[in-house]
T-cell receptor, first 114, second 110 residues
Framework: NAGVMQNPRHLVRRRGQEARLRCSPM?????VYWYRQLPEEGLKFMVY????????ESGMPKERFSAEFPKEGPSILRIQQVVRGDSAAYFC????????????FGQGTRLTVV | KNEVEQSPQNLTAQEGEFITINCSYS?????LHWLQQHPGGGIVSLFM???GKKKHGRLIATINIQEKHSSLHITASHPRDSAVYIC????????????FGTGTRLTIIP
């Protein structure tokens, strides 16, 4: 049973480009969470999704950021028109519906905006 | 004041020493996690606790729900234990997200 898979591991984008970060949860996991870790800062919650539903997006910036978790395929975190301040490590975690509180993390995607 | 406070922020110790990292939180929780992150690396969940104590190898985690406090202990510390250790709490039902402490940077010197 493969762990949570995130890709790419490293992503470099120029200012104004779009960044797409992918997260494939563990097999059997239907809940996905995205977290952001800014340089020299702690982890912060961004969004919580279940299949085809956004449950809690209270941590998402109001503009340029969106997330989805379709019925088939990975969860996608999309950042439009990236700026230097978006440079960070983005982590995805997944859990099973029936096991409240658990969290299995991916290796993260390190986004650098140049 | 942060909802999750960790201490110390940095800790340097000699190989073999007993290590304790503390976490205090101010909100109601359904679970508490201890996480490990190596520089530039991913995040590994070491423990999930809702009560009592758990042990895995040289690692021990305890939680006191009444006092809203948890500790992570490492016995017979080793240089490979050098990492950032992060405490994270999951809120009560309906608030599923994790809230994180700022982490404790542990360095074990051979």
């Amino acid at each position: 049973n493969a762990g949570v898979m995130q890709n790419p591991r490293h992503l470099v984008r120029r200012r104004g480009q779009e960044a797409r970060l992918r997260c494939s949860p563990m097999k059997g996991h239907s809940h996905v969470y995205w977290y952001r870790q800014l340089p020299e800062e702690g982890l912060k919650f961004m969004v919580y999704l279940q299949k085809e539903n956004i449950i809690d997006e209270s941590g998402m910036p109001k503009e340029r950021f969106s997330a989805e978790f379709p019925k088939e395929g990975p969860s996608i975190l999309r950042i439009q028109q990236v700026v230097r301040g978006d440079s960070a490590a983005y982590f995805c975690a997944s859990s099973r519906r029936e096991i409240r509180g658990e969290a299995f993390f991916g290796q993260g995607t390190r986004l650098t905006v140049v | 004041k942060n909802e999750v406070e960790q201490s110390p922020q940095n800790l340097t110790a000699q190989e073999g020493e007993f290590i304790t990292i503390n976490c205090s939180y101010s909100v109601g929780i359904s679970a508490l996690h201890w996480l490990q992150q190596h520089p530039g690396g991913g995040i590994v969940s070491l423990f999930m606790l809702s009560s009592g104590k758990k042990k895995h190898g040289r690692l021990i985690a305890t939680i006191n729900i009444q006092e809203k406090h948890s500790s992570l202990h490492i016995t017979a510390s080793h240089p490979r234990d050098s990492a950032v250790y992060i405490c994270a709490v999951r809120g009560d039902f309906g608030n599923e997200k994790l809230t994180f402490g700022t982490g404790t940077r542990l360095t074990i010197i051979p």
